[in-house]
């Protein structure tokens, strides 16, 4: 199992940027699509962005041209790049371990058990 600590969240203004970084460990880092998700209160937790083991990447629409989703495969870490910052990125984000798709509706979290996530708060 892919076990994980995400960093890099905080507090930012109204277009801003981000870079969010999610440390895994062990050996089968490389063998795992990883993807990004968040949860906003009162929301369930949806999927921002994934990347499969060869860099194909996935997005969820509102996101689109604003987030980019990376992978350091030496480093055991995957990123998550997030400009033009909006208050409706306000959320907790976090990383995991994916079945990816090319199809967004179809990648599905590959673990149950998430880590402590990284709080992001937008303010206008």
């Known amino acids: 199992q892919v076990q994980v600590v995400e960093s890099g969240g905080g507090l930012v203004q109204t277009g801003g940027s981000l870079r969010l970084s999610c440390a895994a460990s062990g050996s089968t880092f490389r063998a795992n699509a990883m993807g990004w998700y968040r949860q906003a209160p009162g929301k369930q937790r949806e999927l921002v962005a994934g990347i499969n083991i060869g860099g194909s990447t996935n997005y969820a629409d509102s996101v689109k041209g604003r987030f980019t989703i990376s992978r350091d495969n030496s480093k055991n870490t995957v990123y998550l790049q997030m400009n033009s910052l909006k208050s409706e990125d306000t959320a907790v984000y976090y990383c995991?371990?994916?079945?990816?798709?090319?199809?967004?509706?179809?990648?599905?979290?590959?673990?149950?058990?998430w880590g402590q996530g990284t709080q992001v708060t937008v303010s206008s």
């Open positions: 995991n371990a994916i079945y990816y798709s090319g199809t967004y509706y179809y990648i599905r979290p590959k673990y149950n058990s």
